[in-house]
């Protein structure tokens, strides 16, 4: 039998010396000698007597029980002692060794020979439920620290971009969805550890170091309202750990994108777009955007999707990228980059099948399939599919509400079924077609069932109506050149028009999109009525009640005439508008950052104060000054608001300067003020001694009249 590891005897009987711990377990327990053989032969001895002396019947096994430390099977004979002493000894030479390396590497690796070798900023986790908050005294709205250290710089691409730290509007979280102002917040020091250069070897070029990109995908999900809906979330975190190559690593154009997008949210990618710094060149100019981390990583997601497009290849993160592109290019007012890439999206969707669910298909028979990619593989992998479309179509149909061009997919193209709830897409719960709802059924607009109806849901039932007002707006006197009935006025005087030409108002298709905005409006479930319940703010309602009121303007402001004291399309924009300004003075009064609202938003707003800009040339040409004085406290308010979502989203830089070029149009340079120091102005009430003033006069001018109790939102029919 060969000698057992750590043994030193020899073949003549010679003392064994064992080191500490290294006999068998026997022995020890039984004090006796050892010799550390395989078995030994103190074990083996007693298993012999054992046998020999067993009573008759007894079950002794076949070899004795002799075992031993696991960490005598792997030492050898010569090896030195492991005391305490000696590891830390060879622990520090280890360290000075590292030390010395880091630090050659710094020195030659620094651009600034006085750049400190480490920097420990006081962190926190990147996760929600982590970020803390530091009392501020400052009001909300004002900026906090966003602090980072000074070396950032190496984890962004490799076009050396000139990184500073930027003062920017950081939020925590308090575990319920809402975001509060007044926080200073720091990166942990993951994010610029020293071990920045350990990467993949075949990391996709021109992507931000891991890191970066985890950070910015952290501020994604934590900050853009539509987010956990083009993503599901923890599929798209658990995705990032896996290696670039892996199948289901995200594609670099989704990355891009995402970094693009963020950007707004962190100064962790560098200088942000100031559009402040832009002249103002009308609506639809093209800003010339300075090449900042932002518009690289645009310009690197649209140059890679198309590659990807052109084989083939992860066509539904294809689609997802436009959409991501649509925002970035959205919330930069870039317009005709919106414009194509929202084309785009929706285009790429139609062969992968994302506008329809079967049986809806067509009668065609060359193709089996109306998709020409396999089906999902999971529930979750379905409903962003689905949620992937709807986004797409909710862009188009907003930005498309601002601009006469033509929407990119028809509505009679579209068979799909709503979204399902936010709860039931992150928990992947299947939700059975036959209890959906079809978008083509045109009463699913007016009836929420609660079990499958959250404010996302709503959200995209109100771009629904969005498109059938645009497409009556656009299609109108096509549809009436045709002869279609739906688009004929009814001539009879109740509906005669201005001068000889019929009312548009009294042909059927109208009149049922004007009913369907007043049920729509009415028909909201009643835990979805208040977009700030629990004092929190649900993004994805807010901006569904904006919708809803501005498309009573979109479909009314073309007729409404305030000069004329019959017109219910002037009561009905004003009450709107002012419906708008209730919103924007209820998320005022909260610490919500209203930079993080949808980029729909401040359309809405803008489109608000136009309707006040038009009431208001009404009356200062009826010389009424209170209404003057309230419908410019309106005003400026709206033009407040935009001023400070501005101060985030460059589209609402956009649309206050459109708001201050057209009112000196419509009201005189006199009409535009300075935004109010603060506060809320005082909205328009009853005042009976003036209308009792302006009895006589309105005997002569009917229309004052009316313009008066339409402003004190008494509109008669």
């Not at 300004?581 to 809405?604: H, K, M, Q, R």
Request: aromatic share 10%; net charge neutral.
């Amino acid at each position: 039998m060969p000698k057992a590891p750590g043994s030193v005897g020899s073949g003549s009987g010679g003392a064994t010396v064992l080191k500490r711990n290294q006999a068998c377990h026997q022995c020890r327990r039984r004090k006796l000698k050892c010799d550390a053989r395989r078995p030994c032969s103190t074990c083996v001895r007693s298993h012999k007597h054992a046998r020999d002396h067993a009573q008759p019947g007894a079950n002794l096994p076949e070899r004795p029980e002799c075992t031993f430390d696991e960490v005598a099977t792997t030492e050898t004979p010569s090896a030195p002692s492991d005391s305490p002493k000696n590891r830390f000894e060879r622990l520090e030479t280890r360290i000075k060794e590292l030390e010395a390396l880091l630090s050659q590497k710094e020195q030659t690796t620094s651009p600034d020979a006085n750049l400190p070798s480490s920097s420990a900023p006081s962190s926190i986790q990147n996760s929600p439920a982590s970020i803390q908050s530091v009392p501020s005294n400052s009001r909300p709205g004002s900026a906090s620290t966003m602090s980072f250290p000074s070396d950032l710089e190496s984890l962004l691409s490799p076009s050396n971009l000139d990184m500073n730290a930027q003062t920017v509007n950081p939020y925590f979280w308090n575990g319920n969805s809402h975001l509060i102002e007044g926080a200073s917040v720091r990166i942990n020091p993951p994010l610029v550890s020293s071990r920045m250069d350990v990467i993949w070897s075949h990391w996709p070029v021109n992507l931000p170091h891991p890191e970066l990109i985890r950070h910015l995908v952290d501020m994604f999900f934590l900050f853009h309202p539509h987010a956990s809906r083009l993503f599901h979330r923890g599929t798209f975190i658990a995705s990032l750990s896996y290696p670039p190559d892996h199948p289901d690593f995200p594609i670099a154009p989704v990355l891009h994108a995402i970094c693009a997008v963020s950007a707004i949210y962190t100064a962790a990618g560098g200088p942000r777009t100031n559009a402040a710094d832009f002249p103002y060149e009308g609506q639809f100019a093209q800003p010339d955007l300075p090449d900042t981390f932002a518009e690289q990583q645009a310009t690197h997601a649209k140059e890679t999707v198309e590659k990807y497009l052109n084989k083939g290849q992860h066509l539904v993160q294809c689609v997802q990228t436009y959409v991501l592109l649509t925002w970035y290019y959205w919330c930069h007012s870039k317009w005709v980059e919106l414009f194509t890439c929202s084309g785009q999206s929706l285009r790429v969707a139609i062969p992968l099948g994302l506008n329809i669910c079967p049986p809806f298909r067509s009668l065609h028979g060359s193709s089996p399939s109306m998709s020409i990619i396999p089906p999902p593989r999971t529930p979750i992998e379905d409903e962003t599919r689905r949620n992937t479309f709807w986004l797409a179509y909710a862009v188009d149909r907003q930005h498309g509400s601002g601009t006469g061009w033509a929407l990119s997919l028809d509505d009679d193209d579209i068979a799909q079924v709503f979204p399902v709830t936010m709860e039931q897409f992150e928990l992947g719960i299947p939700v059975n077609y036959n209890v959906r709802q079809w978008c083509h059924v045109r009463e699913a607009v007016l009836f929420h069932p609660p079990d499958i109806t959250d404010s996302f849901t709503l959200y995209i039932k109100s771009t629904m109506l969005l498109s059938f007002i645009k497409n009556f707006n656009h299609r109108y006197k096509i549809k009436s050149n045709l002869g279609d009935t739906r688009f004929l006025p009814v001539r009879n005087l109740a509906t005669q028009g201005y001068g000889d030409q019929p009312d548009i108002r009294s042909s059927p298709a109208f009149l049922e999109l004007d009913q369907l905005l007043v049920s729509f409006r009415s028909s909201f479930p009643s835990n979805l009525k208040d977009p700030f319940r629990n004092g929190l703010v649900d993004t994805h309602l807010y901006t569904t009640f904006l919708t809803a009121h501005v498309s009573i303007i979109l479909l009314h402001e073309p007729h409404a005439n305030v000069d004329r004291a019959d017109c219910t399309s002037a009561a009905k924009i004003l009450e709107s508008a002012r419906a708008i300004l209730e919103l924007i003075y209820a998320v005022w009064s909260t610490n919500y950052d209203i930079g993080l609202l949808d980029y729909f938003c401040p359309f809405c707003w803008y489109l608000a104060g136009q309707c006040f800009g038009r009431f208001l040339r009404a009356a200062q040409d009826a010389a009424c000054v209170q209404q003057i004085d309230t419908l410019r406290a309106e005003l400026d308010f709206v033009r407040m608001a935009l001023s400070k979502m501005a101060e985030r989203v460059p589209l609402s830089y956009r649309y206050h300067r459109m708001l201050d070029a057209c009112i000196p149009e419509v009201c005189g340079p006199a009409a535009v003020h300075s935004s109010p120091a603060g506060g809320r102005p005082v909205s328009a009430v009853a005042d009976r001694p003036l209308l009792a003033s302006v009895s006589q006069m309105s005997a002569h001018q009917p229309d004052m009249a009316y313009f008066l109790k339409i402003n004190n939102l008494d509109p008669q029919p």
